[in-house]
T-cell receptor, first 114, second 113 residues
Framework: EPEVTQTPSHQVTQMGQEVILRCVPI?????FYWYRQILGQKVEFLVS????????KSEIFDDQFSVERPDGSNFTLKIRSTKLEDSAMYFC????????????FGQGTRLTVV | GESVGLHLPTLSVQEGDNSIINCAYS??????FIWYKQESGKGPQFIID?????DKRQGQRVTVLLNKTVKHLSLQIAATQPGDSAVYFC????????????FGQGTILTVHP
């Protein structure tokens, strides 16, 4: 069964450092998303991406965040200068229909900022 | 503003019982709803979805009910098994935000053998 894969599974970084979280969406999907989940809290939308551009982003997704699809298979989330409060699970998701319908989530990357 | 919330944060049932997990939403413009299951250390896993033009949809051992009048969504799991133990989230989309899912707080379901 096709799945969304994310690397690394766990990333520890120092405050102020840049991190890049990587995702390989399901191959025939056209819609890509990043969500995050702070420990014990609900899953929060960050950004959606379609046709090589951001289609929607949340208030969380400020200038420190960026997304890129550098080739035909990868989808990355970059945090330019990490803060302690960026510590969370980051989930990538992909779907083949607008609206997040049946969006398939990856296993997540646990980001710890120290 | 938009919000999706859950009535019960925890639910404990015996194996074989039926489980009902509830969710309230406040955005009247929402027209698409999804239930996700999240096991420890894993990402949300799609269970079942329903559009606002329906009030019931059935899957394998699961049924989702939508009451638009009171903006309430429920997930029924028949013959609950220990493997169903997880956190269950409802999520909604629609209105002007088709590319964005708004998740509820989550209900922890524990199934005792």
């Amino acid at each position: 069964e096709p799945e969304v894969t994310q690397t690394p599974s766990h990333q520890v970084t120092q405050m102020g450092q840049e991190v890049i979280l990587r995702c390989v969406p399901i191959s025939n999907h056209l819609y890509f998303y990043w969500y995050r989940q702070i420990l014990g809290q609900k899953v929060e939308f960050l950004v959606s991406f379609y046709n090589n551009e951001i289609s929607e982003k949340s208030e969380i997704f400020d200038d420190q965040f960026s997304v890129e699809r550098p080739d035909g298979s990868n989808f990355t989330l970059k945090i330019r200068s990490t803060k302690l409060e960026d510590s969370a699970m980051y989930f990538c998701a992909s779907g083949d229909r607008v609206g997040g319908t049946e969006a398939f989530f990856g296993q997540g990357t646990r980001l710890t900022v120290v | 503003g938009e919000s999706v919330g859950l009535h019960l944060p925890t639910l404990s049932v015996q194996e074989g019982d039926n489980s009902i997990i509830n969710c309230a939403y406040s955005n009247s413009a929402s027209d698409y709803f999804i239930w996700y299951k999240q096991e420890s250390g894993k990402g949300p896993q799609f269970i079942i979805d329903i559009r606002s033009n329906m009030d019931k949809r059935q899957g394998q051992r699961v049924t989702v009910l939508l009451n638009k009048t009171v903006k309430h969504l429920s997930l029924q799991i028949a013959a609950t098994q220990p493997g169903d133990s997880a956190v269950y989230f409802c999520a909604e989309a629609g209105g002007t935000s088709y590319g964005k899912l708004t998740f509820g707080q989550g209900t922890i379901l524990t199934v005792h053998p």
